[in-house]
T-cell receptor, first 116, second 114 residues
Framework: GDSVTQTEGQVTVSESKSLIINCTYS????????LFWYVRYPGEGLQLLLK?????QKGSSRGFEATYNKEATSFHLQKASVQESDSAVYYC?????????????FGIGTLLSVKP | GPKVLQIPSHQIIDMGQMVTLNCDPV?????FYWYKQILGQQMEFLVN????????KSKLFKDQFSVERPDGSYFTLKIQPTALEDSAVYFC???FGTGKDTQYFGPGTRLLVL
């Protein structure tokens, strides 16, 4: 079945440094899945950070970027300069309508801790 | 952005009892979802619901689970009877459509079954 693997556990980055959280996926069926990054800030619900539905395209939001790389089956999340307010849990997810219907399939989540 | 609310935020119950988790979805949304996250594990899809019917469900959606949205009010997940393995955080989500439409999530209900 479809699956998502992302950087596990906690990532600690100093403020103003760069960040990368790795995400790779496995998707069955012909066609390409839609790819997402969701974020959960402390005490809040899951929010969509960015999504890309076309292979080869890049999504961006709040300084974060992710490129849909179908050859590498990757969708890594990057930011050039993190801020303390970026501290949150980040989830990579896919939706593969052809094989998994309308449900989102999530990675395990990566806790980003930004040190001042 | 659009908000999904969940009530209660925490619930502790004894094994074998019934529990109902409530979700107030985004007002014009038509599709509703429940996801389950056990501590330390991935969030997993349970069920989605449209036009008064279950559209898809996973193997985690046991016979003891049921969902409904009576008269456009709360979208509910009922577990009867509960089991220890039902302890988890349950997230509700809603979307206007399917396909490319974004699913908006609530903050979750943390359920502890003793």
């Amino acid at each position: 079945g479809d699956s998502v693997t992302q950087t596990e556990g906690q990532v600690t980055v100093s403020e103003s440094k760069s960040l990368i959280i790795n995400c790779t996926y496995s998707a069955t069926s012909i066609g390409y899945p839609n790819l997402f990054w969701y974020v959960r800030y402390p005490g809040e619900g899951l929010q969509l950070l960015l999504k890309v539905i076309t292979a080869g395209q890049k999504g961006s939001s709040r300084g974060f970027e992710a490129t849909y790389n179908k050859e590498a089956t990757s969708f890594h999340l990057q930011k050039a300069s993190v801020q303390e307010s970026d501290s949150a849990v980040y989830y990579c997810a896919l939706k593969n309508y052809g094989s998994s219907g309308n449900k989102l399939i999530f990675g395990i989540g990566t806790l980003l801790s930004v040190k001042p | 952005g659009p908000k999904v609310l969940q009530i209660p935020s925490h619930q502790i119950i004894d094994m074998g009892q019934m529990v109902t988790l409530n979700c107030d979805p985004v007002s014009n949304h038509l599709y509703f979802y429940w996801y389950k996250q056990i501590l330390g594990q991935q969030m997993e899809f349970l069920v989605n619901f449209y036009n008064g019917k279950v559209m898809e469900k996973s193997k985690l959606f046991k016979d003891q689970f049921s969902v409904e949205r009576p008269d456009g009010s709360y979208f509910t997940l009922k577990i009867q009877p509960t089991a220890l393995e039902d302890s988890a955080v349950y997230f509700c989500a809603s979307s206007f459509g399917t396909g490319k439409d974004t699913q908006y999530f609530g903050p979750g209900t943390r359920l502890l079954v003793l």
